[in-house]
């Protein structure tokens, strides 16, 4: 039986930052032949709702998978009045259980979720790009000037404790796991030789991203963060995980999304760690649309 999915993303890709790792939790989720996604809608972050919303039509296009449907979202934090995907969330609720893969701000799955009438029961996880182990500050290289922001958590801090009042289920796919993943020009030279025209125009789309991260931080590549947390639905085995108690320390931008045995607060999932190479062919051989062995290898 095929695993129930929709998807809350804010890609990017060709405008504003140019962050591409929507794109491959996309492209990824739209080519497992596992996962049954009911919806994808999109929400504000890496950039307007509005380019999301058509970016997220144009990966679904690409993929040649025009039968799941494309709902937009909020466009801010507190816009939580009725949308399009607020109701497309809340009515494929209804049906049957389903696991919700956010990889934006949390904002639309809050105002889905917190509704009299929204099946509660029926939310199996809400997969989160978000959250940090106690003390865990990002960084990728040491001496980095500056940390990563939680984005996805800061953009919207008040939705996040929306949805661990209601009680729902969580797995944090955030830093920790992300950052022990790296996508390198060799992988996208591959995308480009072996792959069809839309992992050919994921690769084309890649190369600035990815040169920013090289040139900025000195790293091999970049991080496909939100590629993860469609990893974990797809193959949990990959991954080692710890169930622990959360908090939500200080407000606004200083706050944080922490989990720690110490705390008292909801408990979720955390990802920890990941498989890293047989991760990585799995996630190489979706997007360029090959068949997956029982291994997680591409045939
Ligand atoms: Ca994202």
Not at 52 to 73: C, H, L, T, W, Y
Not at 132 to 144: C, N, S, T, Y
Not at 252 to 280: C, M, N, W
């Amino acid at each position: 039986m095929k695993k129930r999915v929709w998807i809350d993303t804010d890609p990017a890709v060709t405008h504003c930052n140019r962050e591409v790792d929507d794109a491959y939790a996309l492209i990824r989720a739209l080519r497992s032949p596992e996962l049954e996604i009911v919806g994808i809608s999109a929400v504000f972050g890496n950039a307007d709702v509005d380019h999301g919303f058509a970016m997220a039509q144009e990966i679904v296009a690409r993929s040649g998978r025009n039968d799941v449907p494309v709902f937009k979202g909020c466009a801010g934090a507190g816009d939580r009045k009725d949308n399009p995907a607020i109701l497309g969330l809340r009515e494929a609720l209804e049906e049957e259980p389903l696991a919700i893969a956010a990889l934006g701000p949390l904002t639309t799955v809050a105002a889905a979720l917190d509704h009299p009438d929204a099946r509660l029961d029926h939310v199996e996880d809400i997969v989160f790009v978000g959250g940090r182990r106690k003390g865990l500050a990002f960084l990728v290289v040491p001496g980095q000037p500056r940390p990563f922001p939680d984005m996805n958590f800061e953009s919207d801090v008040a939705a996040t404790e929306t949805l661990l009042n209601l009680g729902c289920k969580m797995t944090l796919a955030g830093w920790e796991v992300s950052n022990q993943f790296w996508v390198t020009p060799a992988h996208l030279d591959l995308l480009l030789a072996k792959g069809d025209a839309c992992a050919g125009w994921l690769a084309e789309q890649s190369r600035p991203w990815q040169s920013r991260w090289m040139k900025e931080l000195g790293t091999t590549g970049f991080t496909p963060f939100d590629a993860l947390a469609i990893g974990w639905l797809l193959r949990p085995q990959d991954f080692q995980s710890l169930h622990w108690p959360t908090e939500i320390t200080g407000t606004g931008k200083e706050g944080l999304f922490v989990a720690d045995p110490s705390l008292s607060g909801p408990s979720v999932t955390y990802l920890q760690s990941v498989d890293v190479i047989t991760h990585r062919e799995d996630l190489m051989a979706r997007l360029m649309g090959q068949p997956i062995l029982a291994n997680g290898q591409g045939a």
